[in-house]
């Protein structure tokens, strides 16, 4: 082969890396047909079978009151989860990143702990922690609390599964980030919270809305461990994954995929967003590279 | 405002960073640390501002006119620091940055609004960069970068300006201009300063004082022709520029060679070695016959010529180089060429003994 072969025909240079066009085509071909055949192809599903009976079932699956209180608890959760999980992962990440402490490497371990047990072992644990029959059953019981089988429950599985989204995508930020700008803000009189609010934050906008995203997303369609931990109880208990099991399993299947429909659109909004905040993650970054030579 | 610290000393693990250093810096002064990489200058330039605490120790003091300031933490050492890497807030505009500090004062001693946007004028005037207040860092040269840096820490009213090799991520071309700037800026201001470089040009050019620092320890304080002409240790010697170290004595005011030899390293003669003459490339002349009967014999190995002397490379018969600065005339004189055999004559060179220094000339 000589060098000649390496022009395309409008006389441009190929890149060397350039593989033959069958295999380009092939290749390409083959990611295209598994994306649709795994991904495009059941959400198709998901809002055509919801649709089936026409748009009056489908809203009435919708607005039955079970799933109605299903919907509640799930935003519910998710307005405690979230928020919680957002504190915990800028602390985390500010403690990571900015100090030297013994441990540290252990707690980056255990942030991502929940990533790495199985959800239904994660509902366990707090079965056997809180459970009637666990360790803290009885005291609680004795106080009228109930955590297991009830929303503190549901609650606490949730946090437990998506604490790791906003540390793990703030801490490597902050860390590449360095103190010199804090050393600069406290050389300027700036306290503790003042660097923290106006230098600290603001440099790692970014990258914590996308973890509060991906928190969001995983808070609202969580089932594993929420299953474990919630106890099915209709109109009480059951967060829109759960209700939507139940749907399913009793043969009604327009209510089940109408009210999954609602999950697959809050995956739509959340990759739309994920996007938008990824392009902002990236153009801040890239603007923030020196613009001059520096030897 | 005068800054004193007395005995401070700072390790981090294993390596001594500093070790019982103590310094004044007079009122008003522009004072440069000057050493290698790893010599202390930036620990020390750091324990003052208090981003950096000394090791524990009662004798151990740091005073800003008089007053300790041991146990004042950063934000209210009124310390502007100039970081070498500018450390903006990328995220802020160039004002934004700039009146920063004067923004995170509490209520009672804040300005209003408009009095930081007046002050913020100002320091763009200062530093030449009126127009450029609201793009943002990235939008700037690495020297205008660094201009606002150093605006942004005027603007609190400092009482001691920090500066940590400031311009040590600038070009050379940027670098000499900076350089000049601050000097003028600091004829005009007069506020107590330090500046921590290696690059001994910038020292020797910009303070009125220089601290020749090494391996945790001061060498030498003094005026850049104090520290350059009268170099009291072979590390200032040979830091402060370049140096021809020979074997030899100086006796009687004349310059002994034992065995014409030049060295990279100027503590040669630690330990057992024989005592070595240290001479300035300018402090040797070459002459093509020995007349005197000093000096050694060399052959010239190569030429630099672009620049307003004529320096001169030989190697000595036991193959050492030897550096010699000429003057253009002095070298047009000579008619030099590669190869051309010549004797090499001190007129001036030092010896440093641990208990008595001697000086010729």
């Known amino acids: 082969m000589g060098f000649s072969n390496q022009r395309g025909s409008g006389g441009r240079i190929a890149s060397p890396l350039l593989e033959p066009r069958w295999v380009r085509w092939s290749l390409t071909a083959f990611s295209c047909s598994f994306l649709v055949l795994f991904l495009v192809v059941p959400l198709a599903v998901v809002f055509a079978e919801a649709l089936r009976k026409g748009v009056g079932a489908y809203w009435a699956g919708i607005t039955d009151p079970t799933a109605w209180s299903a919907i509640k608890l799930t935003l519910l959760v998710v307005a405690i989860s979230v928020p919680l999980n957002l504190v915990f992962g800028l602390a985390a990440s500010w403690a990571i990143a900015k100090f030297e402490f013994w441990g540290k490497s252990l707690l980056i371990t255990l942030i991502d702990l929940p990533f790495a047990v199985s959800p239904v072992v994660s509902g366990l644990i707090f079965v056997l922690l809180f459970g009637l029959h666990g360790w803290f059953g009885a005291w609680l019981d004795s106080w009228g609390l109930q955590v297991i089988f009830a929303v503190p429950g549901v609650v606490l599985a949730t946090i437990f599964v998506t604490f790791p989204f906003v540390a793990r995508e703030v801490i490597p930020l902050m860390q590449e980030q360095g103190t010199e700008q804090e050393q600069a803000a406290l050389t300027l009189g700036a306290n503790g919270w003042q660097t923290f609010w106006f230098v600290t934050l603001p440099n790692v906008r970014w990258a914590v809305w996308y973890g509060v995203i991906l928190c969001n997303a995983r808070a609202m369609g969580e089932f594993g461990a929420v299953s474990v931990v919630s106890g099915h109880i209709r109109g009480k208990t059951n967060t829109i994954p759960l209700h939507v099991e139940i749907l399913y399993n009793e043969y009604n299947f327009v209510a089940a995929f109408a009210v999954a429909s609602l999950l697959a659109l809050l995956a739509l909004v959340t990759l739309v967003a994920k996007a938008l905040v990824e392009r902002r993650i990236h153009l801040s970054s890239t603007s923030l590279e020196p613009t001059t030579v520096e030897s | 405002m005068s800054i004193e610290v007395r005995h401070i000393s700072k390790s981090f693990g294993n390596f001594t960073a500093l070790h019982d250093v103590s310094l004044q810096v007079h009122d008003g002064e522009l004072l440069a640390l000057l050493g290698p990489s790893g010599s202390g200058k930036t620990t020390l330039l750091r324990i003052i501002s208090g981003l950096e605490v000394p090791d524990a120790n009662p004798d151990s003091e740091i005073l800003f006119h008089g007053q300790s300031v041991v146990d004042c933490p950063v934000r209210h050492r009124e310390v502007g620091f100039v970081f070498q890497h500018y450390a903006l807030f990328r995220h802020m505009s160039v004002a934004d940055n700039i009146g920063f500090g004067l923004r995170m004062r509490p209520r009672a001693t804040r300005p209003s609004k408009s009095e930081i946007r007046d002050r913020v004028g100002k320091l763009l005037k200062l530093i030449q960069l009126e127009g450029f207040g609201d793009r943002f860092p990235s939008q700037l040269s690495g020297g205008q970068r660094q201009r606002v840096a150093l605006a942004r820490a005027l ?49 020797l050019e910009v303070a009125d004082r220089v601290v020749v620092m090494n391996q945790a320890r001061i060498e030498q304080v003094g005026t850049p022709d104090e520290v350059f002409h009268h170099p009291q240790t072979p590390f200032v010697m040979e830091f402060l520029g370049q140096v021809n170290v020979f074997h030899g004595r100086v006796s009687q005011g004349k310059i002994e060679l034992d065995d014409p030899f030049v060295s990279e390293h100027a503590n040669v003669n630690v330990g057992s070695s024989p005592p070595a003459v240290y001479a300035r490339p300018h402090e040797l002349d070459i002459q093509r016959e020995s007349t005197s009967g000093e000096g050694f014999y060399a052959t010239v190995k190569r030429l630099h010529l672009a620049g307003p002397i004529a320096r001169v490379l030989l190697e000595a018969e036991n193959g050492g180089d030897v550096q010699v600065h000429l003057s253009l005339e002095r070298f047009y004189e000579l008619a030099l060429q590669p190869g051309v055999a010549a004797f090499v004559v001190p007129k001036n060179g030092r010896v440093f003994e641990a208990a008595s220094k001697m000086k010729l000339g």
């Open chain 2, 155 to 203: 603007a609190v009213e400092p009482k001691v300006l920090l500066l940590d090799e400031p311009f040590g991520a600038l070009d050379a071309k940027v670098r000499q201009g900076l350089r000049t700037w601050l000097r003028r800026l600091h004829d005009e201001i007069h506020l107590t300063s330090v500046l921590v470089t290696h690059d001994q040009d910038e020292a």
